[in-house]
């Protein structure tokens, strides 16, 4: 496993083969890393076409074709026919585009994680295809823990960023120990973080 958090997807060719509940998923965390993806299927679910209405994304009501793959960057084979996610698999082999298969892990090159977001804090969980129940359950548990108060303090921290460079290692390491601390004691407000001690 290597992970990495892609970005920049806006203007990258990101296509979804499938119009079910699998693909609306895949889709969402398209959107919300700002790609616009292109969806490939003759049905959508209401969501899908919610987001077909709103422009979010581009709809092709159709089954897959070979080509479809042409010139993508990121593709999701969604669908609940095996053969015709077996035939997306195919067309992309050997061409550099990222590949996820829904239901053959192994016949593409990424597999998508369970994500928390908090502002701009990600916290991503994989169990390697394993469980993705149980995936979803930690993600759920770790939404529980890093709330609200974490997205303020990625935002207090990177507001300081600047300043904390002319700290010394020992110097930035003692703040954000303070910070923590402080953060793990009570729910902290942007008045209880020592903002104005550096
Ligand atoms: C390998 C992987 C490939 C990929 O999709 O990238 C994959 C594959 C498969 N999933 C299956 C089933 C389920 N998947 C979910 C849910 C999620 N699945 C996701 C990822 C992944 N799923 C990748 C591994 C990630 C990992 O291991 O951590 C999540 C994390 C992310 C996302 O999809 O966005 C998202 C949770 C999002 C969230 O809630 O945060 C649920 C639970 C539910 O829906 O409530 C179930 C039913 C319960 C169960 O089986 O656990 C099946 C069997 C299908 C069948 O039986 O027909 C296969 C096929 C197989 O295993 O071969
Ligand atoms: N990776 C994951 O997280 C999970 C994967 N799965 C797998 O994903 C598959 C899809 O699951 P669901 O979305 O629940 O299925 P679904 O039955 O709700 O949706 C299937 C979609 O595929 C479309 N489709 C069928 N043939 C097509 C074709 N030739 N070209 C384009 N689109 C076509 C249908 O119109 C429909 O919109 C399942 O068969 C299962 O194996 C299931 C659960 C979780």
């Given at each position: 496993m290597y992970p990495i958090v892609l970005t920049n997807l806006a203007q990258q060719r990101c296509v979804v083969v499938g119009g079910g509940a699998v693909a609306e998923r895949k889709v969402a965390g398209l959107i919300t890393g700002g790609a616009n993806p292109i969806v490939i299927s003759p049905q959508l679910t209401p969501q899908l076409q919610h987001w077909q209405a709103s422009n979010q994304i581009q709809h092709l009501a159709r089954e897959y074709q070979f080509g479809d793959c042409e010139a993508a960057f990121l593709v999701v084979a969604a669908t609940n026919q095996r053969l015709v996610n077996q035939q997306i698999a195919h067309e992309c082999h050997n061409r550099p585009i990222l590949l996820n298969i829904a239901d053959a892990a192994e016949e593409g090159n990424f597999i998508t994680t369970a994500n928390h977001r908090q502002g701009s804090l990600l916290f991503s969980v994989s169990s390697s295809g394993a469980s993705p129940a149980l995936s979803r359950y930690l993600r759920q548990q770790l939404s529980n823990?890093?709330?609200?108060?974490?997205?303020?303090?990625?935002?207090?921290?990177?507001?300081?960023?600047?300043?904390?460079?002319?700290?010394?290692?020992?110097?930035?390491?003692?703040?954000?120990?303070?910070?923590?601390?402080?953060?793990?004691?009570?729910?902290?407000?942007?008045?209880?973080?020592?903002?104005?001690?550096l």
């Open positions: 823990y890093f709330d609200q108060r974490y997205a303020t303090l990625a935002q207090i921290v990177a507001a300081q960023r600047a300043e904390l460079a002319t700290l010394t290692t020992t110097e930035r390491e003692q703040y954000f120990d303070q910070l923590l601390v402080e953060l793990a004691q009570q729910p902290p407000t942007l008045n209880h973080l020592p903002t104005e001690d």
